[in-house]
């Protein structure tokens, strides 16, 4: 099978190819050594072209423009010796894997990170993941950002153009092995989560996205902080925090009505004690719990109670037929683009087209629940957390991967470990 490359393809791969490298002659010669048979040379080659930064990269893009257009264009084409040497230089010098199809450039020190988006004025996009992004087997939900996201063309046009790239590993990403005994393994990861953060000029986190989100879900809220990013610029403290609460608050009740709405189409009722505001046209503005109307002696605690507290009682209401209900009326949020399908079909040769159709349609709606499970009930928890302006983002994040995904960096095993389960193994088969 031939994936159809879109139009908006094109333009972007047309971009990439005339854009003009750091240095003509000298990256010509940096590009051909890169993939030299000469290991120790191109190694030395990739390293320089990693120094360059974005440039590097757009040097090897250009180079290999050609190869790269084959190769995405028919998914089905086999890596002979020369495409995995282009490949490994890309990845290499991009920081992640696949990535002749988002030509993105991934700092892995946030200092780095920092000094380029001072110098571009554009906010950091830093995620934080289990394993590494150059890694086949980093966690699940990187490696679905490198097919539904970072593969995607119009999301790679932004991520590119308005954000500084940079992603840090927690821990290693845990990996299991199925031996059949006869030769046949199975490998896979197991547990672990990934976030998103974008990041103020002062480095701290002003949105965070956790998960997997659809490509359109995520380019408007890339969207949405990215003006909170311009906002913040050039403000003092006081201003910046009434800033970053008005839009927490602004979000908090978007999500509240939005998800109130979809429990109301599926058939489901409000919680007790739930009252609707609504506007001059009738439409619903905020979703509020009675009895918790901020007065002119309110509390930070009555305030967030009054904030958060909608969404925490939705939650209480949505089980697990409800939230796959809730994906269907946003089936839209799992489609995923010509580029994102071309990379699964290269990754899966072996099945038929009726098997990989059906692994597609899978995987998009597995996408829309992830969807509006990561915005609903993740998304709306985090904003409780950045309400009061963490400024130190390491221990930020030690508090997400805890008390949200539940994987706390105390815990060696990840809660993987059961003490109190027998399997008939010496140590339970921990090793």
Known sequence: MKSKFSVLSLLLLILVVTQTSFATEPGERLARRAISENTVESAAAIEELRSFGPAGLQTLMTRYAAEISRHIVDPTLKPDAEWQRISKALDTVSGQKNSYLSGLYWYTDLNEAEK?????????????????????????????????????AEVAAVLRDRFVLHWQSVRPAPIITIDFGDGRKIERTITGNSIHYVLDQKGEPVEALPGLYGPKSFLNALSDAEGLYKTLEGKNDWDRRVQRRNYIRSH?????????????????????????????????????IAGLAITKMATEATILRE??????KLATITDEAKWRALAQLHAADGMIDDRSIALMKRQNLSLSEREFAAMVKRFQESIAL??????????????????????????????VYAELFLTPGNDPW????????YVGVDNGGFK
């Open 116 to 152: 380029a988006a001072r110098e571009s004025g554009k906010p950091i996009l830093s995620l934080r993941l289990l394993g590494k992004l150059t890694d086949d087997l980093s966690c699940a939900n990187s490696r679905f950002f490198r097919t539904v996201l970072y593969s995607n």
């Open 414 to 421: 990840l809660g993987l470990l059961d003490k109190d389960v």
């Open 252 to 288: 908090v009740d978007q999500i509240s009505v939005r998800w109130f709405e979809d429990t109301t189409k599926i058939g489901g009722f409000a919680p007790q004690g739930f009252s609707v505001q609504k506007g001059l046209n009738g439409e619903i503005q905020a979703v509020r």
């Open 307 to 312: 904030l958060f507290g909608a969404p925490e």
């Open 370 to 399: 992830d969807t509006v499970r990561n915005e609903y009930l993740m998304h709306t928890k985090l904003y409780s957390w950045l309400w009061n302006n963490p400024a130190n983002l390491d221990q930020f994040n030690e508090k």
